[in-house]
């Protein structure tokens, strides 16, 4: 008899699946993909100050909500619509046959890695087009760039599929969800220059990945001389990687060991 | 050969214990129905042996495996099985063809997705999207995708919840021809008269023990029981229990000169011995 096919040609094909529903659901489409665009031109319409030399706060909210769209589209969509798909039954349908775990998360990270791409790309355009952004020409910005959004969207969406298991109801994730993405963002400069906040807040951002994709953001998209102006005096490259693998690790560990099929 | 054996299988909820030593045999190519109440232990038991839930005690074979076993040995096993659940609303986004031709992608050695289609009537529906199709399609839909994967054996739970008589009568037919093709088949009903036209062998479960395992026709001593005898004399419906049902219509056709105006003759249905079974357990539970 032939083999059953590996678990990673399986994620390859629920990714496929996984996009195709997603994209044929055009209320959720629009919400995850123009949201970020639509505050962009919100925010960018109305503070136009300049915060630093050659830096408007444009500049430093599109890095702020390219950083919070791992956020969105990752943790919170899974945190979200995994309880929905347990709910109606689908996860345990899926439990029910020879397709390992692993796939499925594999599915979710390409759905959630692709829409990310789609979101960067419409809100670099958007900011280009709109808000005198500039695009960095340092070949090392752009390696920065790839593995912030490849470890971010990563981490994001391990972390999205763990704390599936905190809502009890598909009906109520959003309740649960929602305040502690919003909250996290007030907390790690995505709204606010992030040195500007009470030390507190800062604190508490710093625990969490968020705060550390937006410096990370910040550091690929706004001029070197700001680093002096962040928190502790530099972009904190190595620090920003470490934090998010430990938070990647807490995620898969999660996700493998406590993940739930069912509803009881 | 049995394909399934279950000894002395216990499992609690806290205080209340839902299987309380279950034993089953069930053997290669059979229909095999389970029947009860709801909170009898049934679906419990369906699960565990789905690999869906742990035992607390008991030996359980599916196949010659340990349902509860989990790592690459169970994708081996559940290659070998399929599921139909009791619900799912999932994926309305998809088309019936392309969410069929995706589980396929799950097994081995998996049916052809349009005869899998044809099989269970929903061609003229293979491109339409799930969330358009009638309850009865979809049930339709989720026993496709129990048996694209070609099963050894086959789990059913309640599955023409919803159907109309018609729907049922082709679904019946489908699940013999399953049969047919040596798919075994373990199938939950709270429908009496399924588990009569389909199963070669029912047990009724109640309380979390079997009560008795038996064929249809011979459940509860109802091939032994007494026959009822009914016809018309004049004005009246008239009827007689007898031991020799034969023999009375006998006496009767003699006594009518030839044609008994009205002849009934039946013994229990499988509802009625059914519901003495578990009516007489019943009330110690609740």
């Known amino acids: 008899m032939k083999p059953i096919p590996s678990a990673f040609s399986l994620g390859i094909r629920r990714g496929n699946l996984e996009i195709r529903q997603f994209a044929r659901q055009r209320e959720s489409v629009v919400f995850t993909l123009l949201f970020p665009v639509i505050l962009l031109a919100i925010f960018g319409s109305v503070f136009k100050d300049t915060i630093a030399p050659g830096v408007t706060f444009s500049q430093y909210f599109l890095a702020g909500m390219i950083a919070s769209g791992l956020v969105n589209t990752g943790f919170q969509a899974l945190a979200i619509t995994i309880p929905l798909e347990r709910d109606f039954g689908a996860l345990k349908r899926l439990r029910g046959t020879p397709m390992p775990a692993s796939s499925y998360f594999i599915g979710k990270a390409i759905l959630i890695f692709v829409s990310m791409v789609i979101q960067i790309l419409l809100l670099l355009g958007f900011g280009i087009l709109f808000f005198g952004v500039e695009l960095p020409t340092d070949i090392n910005k752009w390696i920065t760039f790839t593995w912030l959004v490849l470890l971010g969207s990563a981490c994001s969406t391990a972390l999205g599929i763990a704390f599936s298991i905190v809502p009890k109801s598909g009906r109520g994730a ?20 992030f040195t500007q906040l009470p030390s507190w807040m800062q604190q508490v951002a710093s625990i969490f990945p968020l705060k550390w994709l937006t410096q990370g953001m910040r550091s690929v998209f706004l001029p070197d001389s700001f680093a002096s102006q962040e928190v502790a005096k530099s972009w904190e490259t190595g620090k920003t990687v470490v934090i998010l693998l430990v938070w990647l690790a807490i995620g898969i560990f999660f996700s493998v060991r406590k993940f739930k099929w069912d509803r009881d | ?62 196949l010659g495996f340990d349902p509860q076993t989990r790592g690459h040995e169970s994708r081996q096993w559940r290659n070998r099985i399929g599921i139909v659940l009791q619900s799912s609303a999932d994926a309305g986004d998809l088309t019936v063809l392309e969410t069929i031709d995706h589980f396929s992608g799950y097994y081995s050695n998996p049916r052809a997705v349009d005869e899998v289609i044809h099989s269970v009537g929903l061609i003229e529906k293979e491109n339409a999207l799930i969330r358009t199709l009638s309850g009865g399609q979809r049930r339709r839909l989720d026993v496709a995708l129990g048996i694209i994967g070609n099963p050894e054996l086959l789990f059913l739970d309640e599955p023409t ?44 479960i109640n309380n979390g023990v079997i ?35 034969t023999e009375l219509v006998a006496t009767l056709s003699s006594r009518f000169g030839g044609e008994v105006p009205e002849l009934v003759v039946s013994r229990p249905s499988l509802e009625d011995i059914y519901l003495e079974m578990i009516g007489g357990t019943h009330e110690t539970n609740s």
């Open chain 1, 174 to 193: 959003s309740a649960v969800v929602s305040p502690i993405v919003i909250i996290l963002q007030f907390f790690s400069g995505v709204f606010f220059v």
């Open chain 2, 1 to 62: 050969m049995s394909l399934i054996e279950v000894k002395g299988l216990k499992k609690s909820y806290g205080d209340t214990h839902a299987v309380r030593g279950v034993d089953l045999e069930i053997a290669q190519g059979e229909i095999f129905s389970l029947l009860g109440p709801n909170g009898a232990g049934k679906t419990t038991t369906v699960e565990i042996l789905e690999g869906f839930r742990t035992r607390d005690s008991g030996t359980v074979s599916v």
């Open chain 2, 161 to 204: 919840t919803g159907f109309d008589p018609e729907a049922r009568r082709s679904f019946w037919a489908l699940i013999q021809k399953l049969r047919s093709d040596g798919t075994t088949i373990l199938l939950t009903t709270h429908y009496l008269d399924e588990a009569e036209a389909l199963a070669d062998r029912v047990a009724v």
């Open chain 2, 211 to 245: 009560i008795e395992v038996s064929t249809p026709a011979e459940l509860g001593g109802r091939a032994t029981s007494q026959a009822t005898v009914a016809w018309r004399d004049g004005e009246i419906i008239k009827s007689e229990l007898s031991d020799n049902p």
